[in-house]
């Protein structure tokens, strides 16, 4: 995959302001060289840098520019290392997997013991180096809108390019007992049905069946809806990014039910009505910590006596989703604006604390999540060409292959994992 890119690849400057090479300063570049030193101590991984090895060997990455590579890890840790491969300044060595060279930086997040690449003492200066989330990306009804639509809305062909036929933007169900197994040999053409498996554990779950009234909060491009009404049901599916809306209304008539699903471009805290079931796929990510009880609250106000609803969410530990939940992320910034991550237990803390709602978590789906985005990844390199045709340039395919990539470290390492809960009344 990496031969395909560019030896050295540089952003245009006038579409990518934000790469700009941060003004130097020799005292945060000698400090970012002093972390890579550190990190690298007892790192299974390999940074070329300046003539230079660092780490103990493994998957390797060769630094093309070591003065602008330096600045950005001193300017921002949150997002230098990741802003570094947008702009070139790095790229992993030929034969070396782009997410293979990111797991070994995932382990040390996800491993109890070392949960952090620095030592204490250097922790305790990451204040001068790490970024706050800020105050534009507020997840109130306007902010939702603008920080969905900056994601969701980027093109519907583009994603469909790289997305299996049912269109489905979230963690597959492979149903195997290691689905991060045999990962470079994982199938484009195993993805369909693995993804309609997962539509129907949640529709299960949930007990949907002919005749139940359902809401599908973030409804994506209505393959869970579609999916609901072809058992009978009648189907509420709401999205505030109206590119999107467009499209799933589009594919529920080309799918026959148009009957019985009902697209509205619609905030959650806006939806009337009872229904049996409420389902919420891989959409609480995108609320905000702030807004996590007003969230569940409105689940519970929907839920028909009786009634059951289905949330599948990205998770991360407790510990670290509190000591990053302030922090400004290179995801944030390029990927998902206004995103935070939360924890099982914090969903719990929310809904005990704020809602009549019990949770019970039912799967847990981190390593099929890493076995879908690198499904997601090989296809989107393979149908590049028809991508760029859309409109979009080599820095976006660096961006996204980044993107999916680093995710796909992260369920690998259990850093982040993926879970089906079911919510009923107490």
């Known amino acids: 995959m990496t031969d395909l890119m560019p030896a050295v690849h540089q952003p245009a400057a006038e579409t990518w302001p934000s790469l700009a090479r941060p003004r130097s300063n ?103 180096v790490t970024r706050s989330q800020p105050g534009d990306q507020e997840n109130d009804r306007a902010g939702s809108r603008e920080n969905v639509s900056r994601h969701y809305d980027l093109s519907n062909a583009m994603f469909s390019e790289f997305l299996d036929p049912t269109l489905t933007y979230s963690a597959a169900y492979f ?41 599908d909060i973030g409804c994506g491009w209505a393959s869970l809806a579609i999916r609901a009404a072809q058992r009978g049901a009648w189907v509420t599916a709401i999205t505030i990014a109206s590119q999107q809306a467009l499209l799933a209304q589009r594919r529920i008539a080309d799918a026959g039910v148009g009957d019985r699903v009902q697209v509205a471009l619609r905030d959650y805290r806006d939806q009337i009505g009872e229904f049996d079931a409420v389902l919420s796929v891989e959409m609480i990510e995108a609320v905000g ?14 839920l028909a006596p009786g009634g059951t609803a289905v949330v599948q969410a990205i998770v991360m530990p407790h510990e670290r989703m509190l000591a990053t939940r302030n922090t400004f992320t290179w995801v944030q910034k390029y990927i998902f604006p206004g995103g935070l991550i939360p924890s ?67 369920f690998r390492t259990n850093y982040l994992d993926d879970v089906q809960l079911r919510f009923t009344r107490r």
């Open 26 to 128: 020799p005292l945060r570049r000698v400090g970012a060289l002093a972390a890579i030193r550190l990190i690298a101590k007892d790192l299974p991984a390999t940074i070329n840098l300046d003539n230079k090895s660092y780490g103990l060997g493994g998957p390797a990455m060769r630094v093309h520019r070591s003065a602008a590579f330096l600045d950005r890890l001193g300017q921002d840790a949150g997002s230098g290392f990741g802003e570094a491969y947008l702009a070139g300044d790095w790229d992993p060595e030929p034969g070396t997997d782009l997410a293979d060279l990111l797991v070994p930086f995932a382990e040390r997040f996800s491993n109890e013991e070392t949960r952090h690449l620095l030592p204490k003492w250097a922790q305790s200066l990451r204040w001068l």
């Open 175 to 215: 149903g195997t007992a290691d689905p991060t197994a045999g990962l470079g040999e994982a199938s484009y053409d195993e993805l369909n049905q693995a993804q309609l498996a997962k539509l129907d554990a949640i529709l299960d779950a949930a007990g949907v069946v002919s005749g139940s009234r359902v809401l």
């Open 289 to 302: 910590e702030k807004y996590w009880p007003v969230y569940f609250d409105a689940i519970e106000r929907r």
């Open 344 to 410: 099982v237990k914090v969903i719990e803390e929310v809904t005990a604390q704020h809602t009549g709602l019990k949770a019970e978590v039912l799967m847990h789906l981190g390593g099929d999540y890493a076995r879908t985005l690198r499904i997601w990844r090989n296809r989107f390199i393979e149908q590049w060409p028809a991508i760029e045709d859309l409109g979009f340039d080599p820095t976006f395919r660096r961006m996204w292959e980044f993107y999916l990539a680093y995710s796909e470290a992260g």
